[in-house]
């Protein structure tokens, strides 16, 4: 017997700002702030919000603080947003976007005990820009010794950065949600379904509700209900949906 698999999203999309990502440690080593320019659309917000022409070149300022009595080394490096499978944002993992090749600054920065260094970005606006926003964040973490042994207690600092071209046009988008596919596999160790959606415009899908329902033969077998979540600009979701076992194997 043929067997079909139909998946139902339902969804609510509003409006989302990236965030300041800090670590929560009463003892941190270091700090990092934005330093406000005069391309800063918001000068209130904790990140970097710029609009900019395509082609336009601006360069903004990082404060990296070194908060002990100890030389410290830094490592910089721009990460674009990205979605987690339980639904949030995420700016931890290296990838590509738009602005991944149009980015400079220098990754390495070495502060002296209670030094305080401002450190430069130069980001270009792609010339063939998209309608929308280009999310990303500069991901700062201690360079750790590779030959450390033993349980090693890190933390790194996200200051996001948004780029449009237009505030106006990237405001009126709405995101456009596809499923793109459903599949059988391991999650978490047991037989479950992988499902990706993906956001195929540069617009966050914030606040979202989604309800997913899987069928089989017309009937009902796995169901799952994720709400207050977000969907980052031009990336793709993973949800992960375990269910019982017997309802999970063999073929959709």
Request: glycine share 6%; proline share 4%.
């Amino acid at each position: 017997m043929e067997r079909k698999t139909m998946a139902c999203v339902c969804m609510l999309v509003g409006v989302w700002l990236p965030m300041t990502g800090y670590a929560n440690d009463e003892d941190i080593m270091f700090q990092v702030q934005p330093v406000v320019s005069d391309a800063q659309v918001d000068t209130h917000a904790s990140y970097f919000d710029m609009e900019l022409e395509p082609g336009e070149e601006e360069t903004v300022h990082m404060m990296l603080v070194n908060n002990g009595a100890e030389q410290i080394e830094l490592v910089m490096n721009y990460h674009p947003a990205t979605t987690t499978s339980h639904l949030e944002v995420d700016y931890s993992e290296a990838g590509t976007n738009q602005l991944e090749n149009l980015i400079e600054y220098d990754e390495h920065h070495v502060l002296q005990p209670f030094e305080t260094k401002e450190v430069p970005i130069t980001v270009t606006m792609p010339d063939n820009v998209q309608v929308g926003i280009i999310l990303g964040g500069m991901y700062v973490e201690m360079d750790q010794d590779d030959e450390a042994s033993g349980l090693i207690n890190t933390y790194a600092y996200i200051i996001g950065m948004q780029l449009m071209n237009d505030r106006d046009e990237a405001e009126a988008l709405r995101p456009d949600l596809n499923l793109q596919s459903v599949r059988t596999d391991l999650v978490y160790g047991e037989p479950g379904l992988v499902a990706e959606l993906a956001n195929d415009v540069a617009v966050a899908a914030t606040p979202l509700h989604v309800q997913t329902n899987i069928y089989r033969d017309g009937e009902l077998f796995l169901e799952d209900e994720r709400q207050a979540g977000s969907i980052a600009p031009s990336s793709v979701q993973i949800f992960l949906l375990r269910g019982q076992a017997h309802k999970c194997t063999g073929e959709l």
